[in-house]
């Protein structure tokens, strides 16, 4: 127990609990975007794969603690390695230079995640914490928020940031991992853009098709 509260202590402690929960996130978003795209095949088929999901409800429940455990370590780690990262040098350059091949997703890290953060909590007030009563809840759920060209535009930045976002952490953390090598490493950045232009095409579409096919 010892060397495991050291190991976490350290930062390579702190960013392999990053690199596994950030695994688990993206597993779950493979996940939550092939459900999402059942709304593509019209509103019963959709209606359809919510009604599997409510008969995996304790299944689900125990998936909900494990995402809401990760979400904490996630950002409290997170929150202390920038703060360490800072605290260490707290006095800024006053040229900033592009090296080590720095990149629009390492350098903007924190900011984004703090605002997928928020947008998660959004998220989750309109389409979690809703009266479930009514098979078509989460569907009058979605297409009340999307009727707002606002939050279509709000979700659409959101899915964008979040692609940022991954197209760093999601190479990141098979470095971490171990698989730093000269060998895979541009596979797996080749991979991290198109996971992080997937993940920003298939959730970014959503909102807009939900807009044009049953609003408008």
Known sequence: MNWFLETMRASIGKKLMMALTGLGFCLFLIIHLIGNLTLYGGKDVFLSYVAHLHALDP??????????????????????????????????YQVKKNAGGRTLGSATMPYTGLFILVFVMVHLLNFHFINHDRQDAVFQAMTGTFASPLYVIFYTIAVIVAAIH????????????????????PGIRGMGLVFSLLVAAGFGCIPVYVYVRFIM
């Open 166 to 185: 991954i197209s760093h952490g999601f190479w990141s953390l098979f470095q971490t991992l171990g698989a730093n090598h000269p060998k895979y490493m």
């Open 59 to 92: 299944i689900l429940r125990v998936a909900e603690i494990g995402l809401l455990t990760f979400a904490i370590i996630h950002v409290a780690t997170g929150l202390t390695l920038v703060w360490q990262n800072w605290s260490a040098r707290p006095v800024r």
